[in-house]
């Protein structure tokens, strides 16, 4: 197979840079970012070419691209980048855990999914899609493209999560909800109805610390 040149050098490139390589022998040739954005010429013992450049030191036709980028903008910034590779000509790849469990073979382009996610049958994953470790998608659902699903999300079965969302850890999608394009969902909320385009759905608590130190408690 092809070696990859994957975009990014922050942790989730390390990240992926690391599964590829031990999980599923794929080498990993080098790293790009846009010039104003290289700090150094190596990351993790591997060149950083400026992505403007980097057709001439990676060609397409011998190097599959990865792009490996948080949510950052509600997965705007890396949807831009996956476009912009395919521009330069790069096929994208995708990685799949060989410990998820996948029933489906309908996973587009440049999705991250990591171990323990559970994909059930007659389910869709359109490009672009990251499933951090730990999810369920269930029966028949539909997971449109650039979308993050964080880690120990339910998403159960008929439910439509629509482009560019971002689903929190533990968050919990029921039967045949629709989820809106661009949905924020925070960690651990419930979603019982469809959502709005562009909404933010977050649960109103966040932890107190107590006024008596911990080596002080007489039990717990």
């Given at each position: ?42 990351f993790q013992g591997r060149p950083v070419i400026a992505f403007q450049n980097v057709a001439e030191t990676f ?10 980028l948080s949510y950052a903008r509600m997965n705007v910034v890396r949807a831009t980048k996956v476009d912009a ?107 019982g109805e469809n959502t709005d385009a562009e909404g933010i759905y977050a649960l109103p608590f966040k932890a ?13």
């Amino acid at each position: 197979m092809k070696p990859i040149l994957i975009f990014g050098t922050g942790e989730i490139a390390e990240v992926a840079a690391y599964y590829f390589e031990k999980t599923l022998g794929r080498q990993v040739a080098g790293f790009t970012v846009d010039s104003d954005f290289i700090r150094e010429e190596t990351f993790q013992g591997r060149p950083v070419i400026a992505f403007q450049n980097v057709a001439e030191t990676f060609p397409p036709s011998v190097h599959d691209g990865f792009v490996a980028l948080s949510y950052a903008r509600m997965n705007v910034v890396r949807a831009t980048k996956v476009d912009a590779m395919r521009q330069v000509g790069y096929s994208l790849t995708s990685y799949i855990s060989p410990h998820a469990n996948v029933f489906t073979d309908d996973i587009g382009e440049n999705c991250f999914i990591l171990e323990d996610n559970t994909i059930q049958p007659f389910s869709r994953i359109g490009d672009n899609v990251t499933l951090w470790s730990g999810n369920h998608i269930g029966h028949h659902s539909v997971i449109e493209e650039n979308v993050f699903i964080s880690s120990h999300v339910v998403v159960s079965g008929g439910v439509t999560v629509g482009h560019n969302s971002f689903l929190g850890v533990n968050s919990t999608i029921s039967d045949h909800v629709s989820v809106a394009p661009f949905s924020l969902i925070g960690a651990g909320v419930p979603i019982g109805e469809n959502t709005d385009a562009e909404g933010i759905y977050a649960l109103p608590f966040k932890a107190e610390k107590r006024s008596v130190p911990s080596t002080r408690l007489k039990k717990f």
